[in-house]
Nanobody, 118 residues
């Protein structure tokens, strides 16, 4: 059974850092374009960062550019989101997404909560 499991969320003070992980089961992540999305309470889900299957291109939402970094470790079949200089407005549930073949294969994790507060 295909599973994406996010971890690494928690409570952090403004200005702090967290690293989120997305580990896959029954799925070879190196074959997939990966992305991180987030959804704050009462708001729509938004795209945060993407990385192509061959790691040739990464993109970020303007709101996180320069602070967040998406990466993958194929040996560990895991994708990461390093988040630095966190702000209260980064508070949300963060989800990872794996897509292949134009969306023919499309998988989501269940999310991990990030709370940025003093």
């Amino acid at each position: 059974q295909v599973q994406l499991v996010e971890s690494g969320g928690g409570l952090v003070q403004p200005g702090g850092s967290l690293r989120l992980s997305c580990a896959a089961s029954a799925l070879i992540l190196s074959r997939y374009a990966m992305s991180w999305h987030r959804q704050a309470s009462g708001k729509e889900r938004e795209l945060v960062a993407t990385i192509t299957s061959d790691d040739s291109s990464v993109n970020y939402a303007d709101s996180v550019k320069g602070r967040f970094t998406i990466s993958r470790d194929n040996a560990k079949n895991t994708v990461y989101l390093q988040m630095n200089s966190l702000k209260p407005e980064d508070t949300a549930v963060y989800y990872c997404n794996a897509v292949r073949l134009g969306g023919l294969f499309n998988y989501w994790g269940k999310g991990t909560l990030v709370t940025v507060s003093s």
